[in-house]
C-alpha cells in the first residue's frame, strides 16, 4: 500500500511539471543578445537581419512604423554611390593652385533672328559613355567640388538648385521634380533601420542612402536644333536638354532588352553655367583640360541618333519605325546626319 502512494504522488507531480512546462516557452539567447521570445517578435515586425552598424528592422516595411519621438540619425556614404559625401582637401592638393576654374563663365550665344532661320531640323541622339571617345563622362576621380562622373555633375547642379530637373513624361520641360525624385528615379532613396538595445527594445532609427552604382549610368540622350543662319550662312547647332537614359529592370532585377528610356531631363542652357566650372579629363595632359561645356559646344564626343524630325510625320523614334533591328536604326540615323550636312553644303557653289 506504501509504495502504491509513493508512484501516484510521483505520476501527479510528473503530471503538474509536464503542463507547467507546456505552458512556458523557452528562453534561450540567439546570435542577436535577446532571448528567443524577443526574438521572434522583432522578426514579426520586418527584416531582421542585422547589419554592419548593429541596427535589425527595417522601418519602411509595410507592418512596421517610425516612432518620431526616438533619435533619427542620416549616415552619409561614401562608399561610391550616387549620394556620396567627398570630403574637402584641408591642403592645396596640386602644385599649381587653379582658381580660373571658379571664375569661368559660357561664352553668350549669338542671336538668331526668326526671319534668318532658314533651315532648322530637331534631332534626338545617344551619347554612350563605354564608347573610347566618351570615356570622360565615367571618370571615377573625386576632387574638392565632387566626383567627375557626369552623371554626378549633374545631380549635384540638381541638389545644390543650379539646374532644375523635369519629369520625363515629355522632353518639354513641363513638369519639375525635386532633387530626391530624380535620384529616387534610379533606384536609390534612403533605407531606414532600427537600432535594437540589448533588452530588444527599439532605441533610435538609422537611415543611409541607398546603394546604386554610378557606372550603371552611362548613356546620356540630347535634344538639340540644326538651324541655317542665312545671316551669317552658318548652320548653327543648339543643345536644349539633356537626359541620363537607363533601362527598364524587372523585380527581379534583370534588365529588358532595348528598353532604354530618360529619367528626367535638364534644360541645357540652365545648365551651362555649372559644365564651365567642371573640367573633362585628358587622358594624354592634365594641365590642357576643356570644360564640359566647351566639350559640349565643341561637339568633342560620339553620339547616334535615335529620332528627328525630317521625314517622321508621326513624331516616332527610330527604334518604333525599324523594331528589333538596331543596325537599320543606326543606317538612319547615319543618313540623318548626310541630310543635314548635305543642305548646308548645297547652298554653295565650288
Known sequence: MK????????????????????????????????????????????????????????????????DTTLPITIIKSNTGGLLDTVKMSLRNDGAVEKNLIKERTPLAYENIREDDAVYMVRVWRIIDAREK?????????????????????LLDAIKNGDATAFSSNDDRFTTPITADEAINAFGGGYDTSKIIDNDGNVSGYQVRPKAVDPDSIYKFELKEDWIFDKETSRLYVRIIGIAPVIPYKLSTGDVVPNSDRPVWWVYYPDLRPVLAKYDVYNPKNIAAQMTWEELFESRMFSSYIVKSTIDNPHDLPLSSIYKDNTLFQLLEGEKTKDKIFNYEQSLWSY
Do not use: C, H, W
Not at 571617345?133 to 555633375?153: C, P, V, W
Open 3 to 66: 509504495l502504491i502512494a509513493i508512484l501516484g504522488v510521483f505520476l501527479a507531480f510528473a503530471t503538474l511539471s509536464k503542463a507547467d512546462a507546456q505552458k512556458r516557452p523557452v528562453q534561450t539567447r540567439s546570435n542577436y543578445g535577446t532571448s528567443q521570445a524577443q526574438d521572434t517578435a522583432i522578426k514579426g515586425k520586418g527584416n531582421s537581419t542585422p547589419n554592419n552598424y548593429g541596427a535589425t528592422g527595417n522601418a519602411n516595411s509595410g507592418n512596421s512604423s517610425i
Open 133 to 153: 571617345m566618351n570615356l570622360g563622362f565615367r571618370y571615377a576621380a573625386e576632387g574638392d567640388n565632387g566626383s567627375q562622373r557626369f552623371i554626378s555633375i
